[in-house]
């Protein structure tokens, strides 16, 4: 029974299919390590019989002009990568070099797939009495800014609660001298040190847990009870 089982299959394949099919595999990879150790051994021939072939084309020319263009073309592109051509081998054959097959083409694109009409360049014709108007506007804006300012640093000294009334970009300033201080704490008590856009240094302190409310022209804000000490511009 064993032995008809070799050849004969019932419920599974029989054991002859098996061994046929390893042995088939088997082939598969020794074909495949033979092609391989080829390959590597015909990459590291020697490359004399091209070269030699390149010298006897261009020597066939008797005009010295037409040599130079035809080595230019064979050598010319020193630093090209990645050309990618169509597989149009006619054989198969690891006997054949290169040159016996014919040559392939490949079309070159321009970088940019379609001209572009060349954009004429004009002049923005502005107001220059609006223009004017705008920069005196913002001068007095920013003159504005630096007094309001200047108003709280000239205090050298004060406490959240004690301001009875600020306007709305002194209450912005305040919160972001208050957002940079934040992330320069005093390891030993609540001091927190800073440094404004215009270069005054100041101290912050956290008198008590208590919160305090600091008035604007567009709401009232609770915050923290800090205290402000401003040093003197170096």
Known sequence: MSFKSWFISNE???????????TMEMI??????AQQASERQRYVKSR???????ANMVGEFDDIEKSNHLFSLLFGIEKTRHI??????ESDSTQKSIWDFPPSSIVLKARKETERAAVKR????????????LMEEYKKQKEKEENLEKELVNKKQFKINELEFVQPYQRTLLLNWIGKAMANKSPNDNTYFGKTENGY??????KTEDKVTL????????MPDYEFVFEELK
């Open 48 to 54: 004399k019989t091209d070269f030699l072939h390149l």
């Open 122 to 133: 004009q002049v923005v014709n502005k107001n220059n009495k609006e223009r004017k108007e």
């Open 215 to 222: 008035a604007s022209s567009d709401g009232t804000l609770t």
């Open 12 to 22: 599974r394949e029989s054991d002859v299919y098996y061994l046929e099919k390893q």
């Open 201 to 206: 240094e100041f101290m912050i302190i956290k």
């Open 28 to 33: 598969r990879k020794i074909s495949k390590m």
């Open 84 to 89: 990618k051509i169509k597989d149009l081998k």
